[in-house]
């Protein structure tokens, strides 16, 4: 019940196009979603997080979509760059210690 | 802001030795400190949760004699891996929470090789 479920595991979308990358999990005590962006050799970057109370947040190219009674979130990554090109992981906390379970990563390739 | 930094970044070292990871929040004071391990192609695997003034709290099957974390202040945390062995050998990876924002806010890593 603790598990984060991502999908998939590689990516590869044309430059410009829009890249997907899905999440679902079960414990519905979960209330903070984040998602991260890791380059070779690199820690993890936040990118984008939501709140189960919104269904939709964008920042610039990047929108995640939250589908509450699906218990499933999504990344958007829109007009794709290769500069996009990394690990995504998303995750999940609850309560005040904020502690992250991790989804497996999706690693995205973006051909230019 | 909400900037994290780690040192070294890379060490070798022989086997038997013992090597310290430094940990700090530049920007913020964080409350709570994570250590992370990450295998080539892997997810992160969380070792331990550190509160400052607190001793950890290690995860399952960590073993938190060979892997010592001190958080001595709200901007410093250490791990210390303890007669350092080749299965050893990973890349770790810190994370601090900013008690002012929800997420974690992570370090750039530290590759450690045991010879």
Known sequence: QQQVKQSP????????GISIINCAYENTAFDYFPWYQQFPGKGPALLIAIRPDVSEKKEGRFTISFNKSAKQFSL???????GDSATYFCAASKG???????????KLIIKP | GAVVSQHPSRVICKSGTSVKIECRSLDFQATTMFWYRQFPKKSLMLMATSNEGSK???????EKDKFLINHASLTLSTLTVTSAHPEDSSFYICSARDPTSPGQFFGPGTRLTVL
């Open chain 1, 96 to 106: 005040s210690n904020y502690q992250l379970i991790w989804g497996a990563g999706t």
């Open chain 2, 56 to 62: 950890a709290t290690y995860e399952q099957g960590v």
């Open chain 1, 76 to 82: 958007h990554i829109m007009d794709s760059q290769p």
């Open chain 1, 9 to 16: 595991q590689s990516l590869i979308v044309q430059k410009g």
